[in-house]
């Protein structure tokens, strides 16, 4: 971690550990315009996904379904959404956005990342600002399990700048702070998923407090693992539909 980010922590404590963020439970009802600002990046992350026209794509934190919208536009009527999210308050809310605009292949798994599962396998997934999500090794390993090989990813989300930038790490620090459980690897948030990808490229945002970075799942960690029907089905031109909170 470099000098000013040290300072940013320094003065705001730590996010608690794994306790529930208020901003993904009682506040999630507020989510939505907390950080409207931010839906240009959304969909900067967005537009660095390659995906064709029905494809099938995992939107891995999804949120309230701010994604899946632009999500849908890319894999047409004939590809589908899933969404990931492990919030029931969140998934709720993505619920009621799929129902409203009428989004007939979209799926919201109300899980962890790390235990959901599909009926098929994906053709590319997408990361936006889910940090804890990224650092959690287990969490990669199901979702890379869950794509084909060679599978298109695009991550994106906060981190911190050059040393030098100490305003810039202060305020990246207060914006991040009500949505991240804890800033370790802030300095590189793609650490863990990295070595799973290959042909990476890394784009910086926002003087170095934000990044894009895309590649394409290696065969070796796209195998999918053996377990029980998973109780979800990949929503090629199906009706939407809700997972019941586990």
């Not at 997408?126 to 599978?151: I, K």
Request: include cysteine.
């Amino acid at each position: 971690m470099n000098k000013s980010a040290d300072f940013a922590l320094a003065a705001y404590p730590q996010a608690q550990g794994a306790a529930r963020q208020p901003a993904y439970s009682e506040d999630a009802g507020s989510y939505d315009r907390r950080t409207a600002a931010f839906q240009a990046y959304r969909q900067t992350v967005v537009e660095a996904l390659p995906v064709d026209p029905g494809q099938v794509v995992l939107d891995v934190g999804c949120g309230t379904g701010l994604c899946c919208g632009m999500l849908v536009e890319k894999v047409g009527a004939q590809g589908g959404v899933v969404g990931i999210e492990e919030s029931p308050e969140m998934a709720a809310i993505a619920r009621e956005r799929v129902a409203r605009e009428g989004w007939g292949n979209v799926t919201i798994v109300q899980s962890a990342a790390q235990d959901a599962r599909i009926a098929d396998t994906a053709d590319a997934a997408l990361f936006c600002a889910v940090h804890d999500v990224l650092q959690s090794p287990d969490a990669l390993a199901n979702v890379m399990s869950q794509l084909r090989p060679e599978a298109q990813v695009a991550a994106g989300g906060g981190k911190w700048a050059s040393r030098w930038l100490v305003g810039v790490n202060m305020q990246a620090r207060m914006l991040h702070a009500p949505f991240v459980r804890s800033f370790e690897g802030f300095d590189r948030p793609w650490h863990h998923l990295e070595p799973l990808i290959e042909d990476v490229e890394l784009r910086e945002l926002a003087f170095g407090s934000g990044y894009v970075l895309t590649g394409r799942v290696k065969p070796t960690c796209s195998a999918r693992r053996p377990g029980p029907a998973p109780p979800t089905s990949t929503p090629r031109a199906a009706s939407a539909r809700t997972d019941p909170a586990r």
